[in-house]
Structure formats: C-alpha cells, structure tokens
C-alpha cells in the first residue's frame, strides 16, 4: 500500500491506471477508523481494481470549532487498518493540498441541506459537498463508498453529482454496528463508560418503532422516542424526523407505497450520535 501527501503525486499514480482501464474504487474518510469504514473497503476491493482511501478531517464541514479540535486523529492507526484491509492506495493530504485556492463554486442541496443535520449544522453539507467535489477530481474514481449511516449525506452526495455530472457511481453501505446494535461512529470512543452504556437505547427504540410503525401515528411515534431517550440520565434527543426517504420531506402520515427515513441525532453528553432506520425500503 503507497501513501500519498500531494494531490498531484496521487493524481499522476491514479491517470497512469485509469489510463491502463483500471477500474478505481474510492472511499473517502476523515480517518480514526473503526469497522464500518473497514467494510467499505472490503467492498471497494471487491468491486475494483484499486481502491484508494483518503484522511482528511475536513475544516470545511465543522460548524462547531470545538468539534473540529476534538475530532480523533490516529493516522498510524488508520494506515495499519487500511493495509490489512487490503487498500491500495492512501491519500493523507494536509489542507492546502485539498485547498490550493478559494473555492466559488455554489453548493445548493435545496431541502436536503435545509433539515436534520442540515438544520442543526448550519453550512455542514456546503462543506460535505465542497471537500467530496475536490477529492472526486483527484481521484476520479469509478465508485465511490458511502455508509448510511449517514443517510442525509448519501442523499446529498449524490445529489453534487448529479448536479455536477460528475462521472462517479455513488454506493450506500449497510451501516455497521456493535455487538448491542451502537451504530460504529468514530465519535463512540469518545463516550464514557455511562454514556456507552446508554448509548444503544437508540437503535434499540428505532429499531422498535420500524417493527410497530402501524401501532401509533407519525406524531405519537416521535414523542414515544423523545420521552424514551430523554428519560435515561445520559442521552437527550436533538430531533427525530420521519421523513420521505428520497426527498427528505417531513410526511405526517403512513403510507406502505412509500420509502421513509427515520432519522435521530442524540446528544449523550457533548458527544452527538446520529442513526436512522428505513421503513418499506
Ligand atoms: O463521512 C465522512 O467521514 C465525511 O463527511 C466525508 C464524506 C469523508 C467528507 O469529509
């Protein structure tokens, strides 16, 4: 497996195998990897010829300055894990190198960027979008790897692809949890033990909530979460949205011709998780 630091040295390797018909596999990370950023490049390896993960811990994406400092970073770590996963090629760039100059570009996701996480993290998806652009004419990649886990990022990536005709085939993942069903995030090694031990009430009522969903109405459901996870002395609910799964669109009532989302940020002390679960998917 080769390291990359500079765009153009990575951009050089990656022509020369393009150019060979190699197909190119890609998944992008912002590092302090665990399991589930490890299935996607099991994945990747699976589907391509290459596969190249990048390391970027984008400034751009953070709206909150203390979240961006704290934001783990272990790149020996990451290296070691992406060998063994059989990774080609490693891009671990420092920020001018993804940045060389101002980007004017406008990024509108409309609704997308506008609920959820959207509208919890004020300019959070400009930045996704902005840093996912850049490191696609890099690397310009035959399929890109995403995990659902973040499901409202996966809509939005796709949609800058769209809007941006980028030549890319854009794959959502499973998302991968622990043993009690914790959704994998790299912010789960910032949990204390009583906030671990809390913390798998989310996928657990979710979960609940997708077996029973014709029990009770969209708002009753909502409350039933919020009183549930509010109620343990660790977790407080920031949302919960059950939306259309395409159009994010909040829907007031069910309907089995439809694929929903449910979606969730919870905070366990200052640490935010997020999951979702799909309904009729
Ligand atoms: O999901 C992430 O880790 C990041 O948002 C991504 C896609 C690597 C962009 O920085």
New binding site residues.
Partial sequence: MKVFKKTLELKNELDILSKQGKKIGFV???GALHHGHIELVVRSVKDNDITVA?I?V?PT?FNNPEDLKKYPRMPEKDIAMLENANCDYVFLPDYDEVYPKIDTTNYDFGMLEKVMEGKFRPGHFKG?GM??KRLFEIVEPDNAY??LK?YQ?FLV?KSLVNQFDIPVNIVGCETIREHDGLAMSSRNLRLSDEQRKEAPEIYKSLSFIKKHIEDKSVLEWKQWFKDKINALSQLKVEYIEISDAITLEEVSLFDDSKSLVICVAVFAGEIRLIDNVLIND
């Fill in positions: 992008p990370t912002m990048s970027f984008n994406q996704v840093v996912v995403f995990g973040d990022q990536i």
